[in-house]
């Protein structure tokens, strides 16, 4: 049971240390770009008007 709890706290804590990826966002235009492709530099997730990816820039993150 220790194990599991373990494995669980690891999951949380590397999800939380890696930010939007996966997460969905209505607009890409706001904050980014749609391609298939992102640079290395480049935060992904997916966005409601992108086919594929909605990239965003690290000059865009905090606007």
Known sequence: MRFLYLVFAVFFLVSLAVPAYGRVRKT???????????????????AADCKNYCCVPPTWKGK
């Open 28 to 46: 890409c235009s706001d904050v980014g770009y749609c391609s298939k492709q992102c640079a290395k530099a480049d935060t992904w997730s997916f």
